[in-house]
């Protein structure tokens, strides 16, 4: 299974676009790429998922690089409901598992 | 988009006891399930994959006769922590696999088991 590095934390501002971006060196062909987002004392919630370029959805864009080696979550405007903690993650298609690392704390400051 | 729900949303139980928490995908089948647990301010931890009509596949470390893992139908897992004990107190987590070009996860709310 492919490990994942994000920052610990971040902090950032109302209003402002916030980039968490995730390494992922060993990613495999078949692999793709998904952020999820955890408030406390709730389950995590599917943000995006991309395998190459760009995605867009309505809450975020995910740019993924030609060689797919990392990956970065943009979040436009965000507000303090932003406030949470991100984990990007790594899984085959079909594959059985997905393996969490400490994900990305991130803090909205007024 | 796809719904997992769990219950109870959270549990007090006295030590010796067993609790059992109930994983349901709402609209859409799940061949395959997954249970986390998370303690406070930690990533979750993978316990157990759970297969529909077969036997749970376990991470090294789970005591597989602690935590029973039943998958009988294609939107119910079930997880029962036996002899629960203050230790087993954490955030139990379930997600399921949807079917789909990209298979996604899709995760439950959480139970919160509290063990006295």
């Known amino acids: 299974l492919a490990k994942t590095t994000q920052p610990i934390s971040m902090d950032s501002y109302e209003g402002q676009e916030v980039n968490i971006t995730c390494s992922h060196n060993?990613?495999?062909?078949?692999?793709?790429i998904t952020w999820y987002q955890q408030f406390p004392s709730q389950g995590p919630r599917f943000i995006i998922q991309?395998?190459?370029t760009k995605v867009t959805n309505e809450v975020a864009s995910l740019f993924i690089p030609a060689d797919r080696k990392s990956s970065t979550l943009s979040l436009p405007r965000v507000s303090l409901s932003d406030t949470a903690v991100y984990y990007c993650l790594v899984d085959k298609n079909r594959d059985d598992k997905i393996i969490f690392g400490k994900g990305t704390r991130l803090h909205i400051l007024p | 988009g796809a719904v997992v729900s769990q219950h109870p949303s959270r549990v007090i139980c006295k030590s010796g006891t067993s609790v059992k928490i109930e994983c349901r995908s709402l609209?859409?089948?799940?061949?395959?399930m997954f249970w986390y647990r998370q303690f406070p301010k930690q990533s979750l931890m993978l316990m157990a994959t759970?297969?529909?009509?077969?036997?749970?596949?376990?991470e090294q470390g789970v005591e597989k006769d602690k935590f029973l893992i039943n998958h009988a139908s294609l939107t119910l897992s079930t997880l029962t922590v036996t002899s629960a004990h203050p230790e087993d107190s954490s955030f139990y987590i379930c997600?399921?696999?949807?079917?789909?070009?990209?298979?996604?996860?899709?995760f439950g709310p959480g139970t919160r088991l509290t063990v006295l």
């Open positions: 609209d859409f089948q799940a061949t395959t």
């Open positions: 997600s399921a696999l949807g079917v789909g070009i990209a298979d996604t996860q899709y």
């Open positions: 991309g395998y190459k």
């Open positions: 759970s297969n529909e009509g077969s036997k749970a596949t376990y």
């Open positions: 060993n990613i495999a062909t078949n692999d793709y």
